[in-house]
């Protein structure tokens, strides 16, 4: 039986289904072993710890007063009914609590991510309901990501493993002769399938919310400057024109970011315009000052007079694994961009015009100071 994330035995069947825990109660109901017990105790310490003070005041009060037997009796046998009303009332609350936080547990260790407490009306159990659920939910949206994760893996690294595997049986057959060019091909997949891994890494990471970032203030400008020009032989070498801009040139515009991330974006960015504008065609990288949500930011426009988006694929520029039709990419980078800007806090977004020589445009824009709250 497959072991569980958190080190128990999965219950799951063949179907994925999760069956009731060991201590279920009859029809697969919550339940817990010694729960009778348990109740039983802690009523009788409540009841100790409460009336026993309350029975010695009652005597104590009748000794001054001049009170009959029977009536001190009377008053202890009233005060002992409300007491123990009382006290019923805050141990079955607080058992059903406990009781279905340990079942619910219980649940989470067999695999069982969706299971949630439903809201506690005990009020001291409320916050350990809350930051119970919340676990919870992050374990299910993990446990999501990496079957996602794997499934994309398998899917994207199965063609070129394919390809790879014929040319080496081929070569190992005598059909093809090893050559430095059939060597420095077969370096190439390597690579690319290096490069595909890596950007998957990444992904995972800023899907999970687990990416640290290592901000500092910096110049964006510079930065961005310094990205592009990895670019200029490029285009050069396919006469496109790539230039970087600032709006306002009189003053640095400088940021509280990780360059390095912010960076592999506008890389990201760079790359796919590369990808889609013609020989001689023109690529504008510009860098302004902005406001998002009244904060001040940064904002990054990346310009191409490429053959544009069509409408119908618009919204999904940004969705893991999609490319054009005549896209050579891995389909990540816009994937990847948007999860490192959404982790500065900032937005991404994607505005074409197919058929009117007017390209794509991504802007980014990102808080030029991290929240604190972050």
Known sequence: MPRSPMGGQSGAGPGGSFGPPAWSGPGGGPGWPGARGFARRLFALLALFFALPIVIGVVIAAGFAGWTGAAVAAAIIAVLLIAGALLLRFAARTFRSVNDLVSSTGRLSEGDYSVRMA??????????????????????????????????????????????????????????????????RLLGDVAAMERLLEDLKTLSTTEAGVLRLHRETVDVVELVDRVVARFRTEAAGRAV????????????????????????????????????????????VQVAHGQLDDRPAVVIEVADDGSGIPDGQLGAVFDRFHKGAESSGSGLGLTISRGLVEAHGGTITAASDVGLGVGTTITVTIPRASDPAD
Do not use: K, Q, Y
């Not at 515009?253 to 065609?281: F, K, S």
């Open 241 to 284: 024109v790539l230039s970087v801009s600032a709006v306002e040139h009189a003053s640095a515009i400088e940021a509280e970011v990780d360059p390095h991330r912010v960076g592999e974006v506008v890389a990201n960015l760079v790359a796919n315009a590369l990808r889609a504008v013609p020989e001689g065609g023109t690529i504008d």
């Open 119 to 184: 809201p506690s009306r005990s009020a001291p159990f409320r916050p350990a309901t809350e930051a119970f659920n919340r676990m919870a939910e992050r374990l299910e949206r993990s446990d999501d990501l990496r079957r996602r994760l794997l499934a994309d893996v398998g899917h994207e690294l199965r063609t070129p493993l394919t390809i790879m595997r014929g040319e080496l049986e081929a070569i190992a057959d005598g059909v093809r002769e090893v050559d430095d060019d059939e060597i420095r």
